[in-house]
């Protein structure tokens, strides 16, 4: 009996590791056949944290939370011999890309790493619940298909980049869903009630984000996708229910600096799903609609990171759990996540099947980046007139790991962003300078060469991003190599704050340049500081003021702690104030003048709901809450007979189609003090509308009518259809705006603004009543795709302009000040608009 015992134990110590090995599938987990129903988040969640538990070859990883606090997870999933070692081998990737410890790094002692992302937009959910079963089928431990490739290669599951979009959609599902789901594509469960799932929590669409990183689940995600650099990306997605899969080889355009490897191997992988799609008989499609070329998605930001980045895109927005295609056939919940699940695998085959060429085209990227960068320009030089504006460019390139430094005092000649000419000027050594021999330097080239190539202008997104002008900053490409000066990779202070100051001061002067002068405002209003700005510019204590200047006075402030309010929100928002200890300037206006305008603090509401476009709405949401931290109140579009308008003195409304346009309320509003700011579509809704100014360009008459009679090209060619469509269409484009900075709605920007132009729509210019403060001229176009009808149009008009109306004021802005939060130039334009205009 005694003999018996060990070997007891020995048999019970067996079982228990192998029960211990063995993993729940996601249906025996949740209790339920993966999809029949749609999971929750955080069971999700859950799920993720079980295996786990549970698995000895994965490890669980909290990245971040989403601002509805749900958390953002990866899991990592490798070999016995990998998974302890993980550190060590993110280190070794980043060597042979030239950004880790290793000088010597070779490709052939790595595993290749795939990163598969899914669930950006939240209403494409199907591709969550595949993640769960692509975590089982590749960690478990007792599948003969998938244990193979972890011998040479690390998977990273990030089974929902949006869960707060993911769960918006899946909340109104279960709310609206029957006992059975009904295929009918008219039932209410097919359609999503405003503002949908797709999105973030503030309305951002997180696939437009990736180089960007202006929301916090893109900050996290990308910090964490730097410090590892995968060989193979996959973003997951959905697309309109009617469509057959797609996945690579994308389609034209690409960028030109995207490899033959990277394409090559997009290919590779193509056929590798499509064997298995063939094998099933699933219908699919490759080299259409989905391109390479804006920096900032889930597929090109990897690849101009070094990786083979991937869209798929599955048929289902909109189905539920089962809906009626216009094939006659049903797609369910389990087909999309059937789909998706044999895409994750079988691209995970091919790149474990293709591991060594693919780490050493991957070493062999860096390697080129370092030694040969593409593009024209070997180094870009950013003027520093403006530091909060190079601050926040730096943070951007950091954020990318991008390297920069400050120049030495230098001559030089380049290309001049602002003048479109090549001309000789001097570095200065606080200047920024960026070298693109450095192992980023696609991505650098990518996102500051100043005329981005098309090779087919039917693309996706927009053509035109060039950071200088999205920052408002004067900059030069210079074709030879400038290194920056040793140890100068900081911002440098232009003019360090005193370290004492008169707390006695008449007044306290700080400029109005920044987004942070907006901040510092915003801070003040709430403490119910009072606060001015001088409409013109002045002279006073020996120093320069600009029109727009902040003027805080010690009257009218008869607080006893006046002083150091002020200077707390100065220091909190790294503002440098100027103490006067008179009123009486040298030159200008007198503190006391009505030239120096108060500040009334706005009460403002912003219009939301229905016919509101939910992403121009999130712009102002965020910038409002988490870029200025001032108070703001979200109306609802079908509240605005139940509100008192009286209580506010600004309404916002956004890019949208209203119907019921309340023209005639909103001018008797505006008339009686209020101020509307009119965004992109809303302004069109004003045309011709009782008081209101604007109007749409005269046409001309003669010309149309000579046309009608002789257009040779009303024959078409049916296969040029979708080419033809574009002659008329502006996917984004950059033009050069006259700005006239004397207005209040121009204050602190330059004679010129370059805006992003998402159509051709301009207006007449302003009347006797109107300012006509941001125009454009006839050769205003600096880069970006244009159809040639629409070149035509876009010259000689108003595109920001201000109109008097009674006691009140409209504001009227063509264009997205805020586009994607990334168009930073554009804020101060848009907080003018909100603080200077109509004081």
Request: glycine share 8%; hydrophobic share 35%; proline share 5%.
């Amino acid at each position: 009996m005694l003999k018996k015992i060990p070997l007891l134990l020995i048999t019970l110590l067996f079982a228990c590791i192998a029960f211990a090995q063995e993993i729940q599938s996601p249906s025996q987990f949740l209790g339920y056949k993966l999809g029949s129903q749609f999971t929750p988040h955080f069971r999700i969640a859950e799920y993720f944290k079980y295996v786990a538990a549970t698995s000895k070859n994965v490890k669980l990883q909290q990245y971040g939370a989403t601002n509805e606090g749900r958390p953002l997870m990866v899991m990592f999933i490798a070999s016995d011999q990998n998974i302890n070692r993980l550190e060590e081998i993110r280190q070794h990737n980043l060597s042979l890309a030239g950004l880790g410890t290793s000088s010597t790094a070779t490709a052939s002692a790595t595993p290749i790493i795939v990163w598969l992302s899914y669930n950006v937009h939240g209403n494409e959910p199907s591709s969550s619940e595949a993640a769960m079963e692509a975590l089982y089928e590749i960690a478990n431990t007792a599948n003969s298909r998938t244990q193979p490739w972890l011998k040479n290669t690390v998977v990273v599951i990030d089974p929902c980049l949006n869960p707060d979009g993911r769960e918006r959609y899946v909340n109104f599902y279960n709310s609206v869903k029957g006992a059975v789901p009904d295929a009918d594509p008219s039932s209410r469960e097919h359609s999503e009630p405003w503002p949908g799932g797709r999105i973030n929590h503030y309305y951002f669409d997180l696939n437009r984000d990736w180089a960007w990183q202006t929301q916090r689940e893109t900050q996290a995600r990308v910090a964490l996708f730097n410090q590892w650099l995968p060989q193979v990306h996959v973003d997951f997605h959905e697309q309109g229910y009617n469509s057959p899969y797609y996945f690579a080889p994308a389609a034209a355009p690409f960028h030109k600096d995207i490899t033959a490897w990277q394409l090559e191997f997009q290919t590779i992988i193509g056929k590798n799903n499509a064997k298995y799609f063939d094998q099933n008989g699933w219908m699919y499609f490759t080299k259409e609609e989905f391109d390479l070329l804006y920096p900032s998605y889930g597929d090109t930001y990897p690849i101009y990171n070094g990786s083979i980045g991937m869209t798929y895109e599955q048929g289902g927005i909109a189905a539920g759990l089962a809906i009626a295609t216009r094939s006659g056939d049903t797609l369910t919940l389990a087909d999309r996540i059937s789909h998706h699940l044999s895409n994750s695998l079988s691209t995970v085959e091919a790149a474990s099947a293709n591991a060594p060429k693919a780490l050493d085209e991957f070493k062999k990227y860096f390697d080129n980046s370092r030694t040969n960068p593409p593009g024209e320009y070997k180094t870009y030089v950013i003027k520093n007139d403006n530091q909060d504006k190079i601050d926040k460019l730096a943070d951007l390139l950091s954020r990318n790991g991008i390297q920069y430094g400050y120049g030495v005092k230098a001559g030089s000649t380049g290309f001049n962003y602002v003048t479109g000419k090549t001309e000789s000027f001097e570095i200065n050594s606080h200047d920024m300078v960026i070298n693109a021999y450095q192992p980023k330097s696609v991505l650098l080239n990518v996102l500051l060469e100043p005329k981005t190539f098309v090779a087919d202008s039917n693309t996706y997104d927009i053509t035109a991003w060039a950071l200088p002008y999205a920052y408002g900053l004067k900059a030069y490409g210079v074709k030879e190599s400038i290194k920056p000066a040793q140890g100068k990779t900081t911002s440098v202070v232009l003019t360090a704050p005193p370290t004492t100051i008169n707390k006695h001061a008449y007044a306290y002067i700080s400029a109005w340049r920044s987004v942070n002068d907006v901040k510092f405002l915003a801070e003040l209003l709430k403490k119910n500081i009072k606060v001015r700005s001088a409409e013109a510019p002045f002279e006073a204590g020996g120093k320069k003021f600009a029109a727009g200047s902040l003027v805080i006075t010690r009257a009218g402030n008869n607080s006893d702690n006046f002083d150091d309010i002020v200077l707390g929100a100065a220091a909190d928002c790294n503002r440098e104030l100027v103490p006067l200890n008179s009123g009486f300037v040298d030159k200008g206006a007198d503190i006391g003048s009505r030239f120096i305008r108060f500040i009334h603090p706005p009460k403002i509401m912003l219009i939301t709901g229905d016919g509101v476009s939910a992403e121009a709405m999130g712009e102002v949401w965020h910038f409002f809450e988490q870029q200025i931290n001032y108070p703001i109140t979200l109306v609802r579009y079908k509240d605005l007979n139940r509100i008192r308008w009286n209580d506010f003195d600004v309404a916002i409304f956004p890019d949208g189609n209203y119907d019921d346009f309340p023209a005639d309320k909103l001018q008797n509003w505006v008339h009686d003090g209020g101020k509307l700011i009119a965004m992109e579509n809303t302004v069109s809704l004003l045309v011709d509308k009782r008081g209101f100014s604007i109007k749409n360009l005269p046409g001309d008459k003669h010309k149309e009518d000579t046309a009608a009679k002789d257009k040779p090209d009303m024959v078409k060619v049916y296969a040029d259809r979708d080419h033809e469509s574009i002659r008329s269409s502006v996917p984004g484009a950059i033009y050069k705006v006259d700005m006239d900075n004397t207005h209040p709605l121009g204050f602190g920007l330059d004679k010129y603004y370059f805006t992003l132009k998402l159509n051709d729509v301009l207006y007449s210019y302003l009347g006797d009543d109107g300012w006509n403060v941001g125009t454009v001229k006839k050769d205003a176009y600096v880069e970006g795709f244009v159809g040639q009808k629409a070149k035509e149009k876009i010259k000689n008009g108003l595109l920001f302009g201000v109109q008097s109306l009674g006691r009140g004021s409209v504001v009227y802005m063509v264009d997205d000040p805020l586009f994607r939060s990334f168009w930073e130039n554009g804020k101060l334009l848009f907080s003018n608009s909100v603080f200077m205009v109509g004081q």
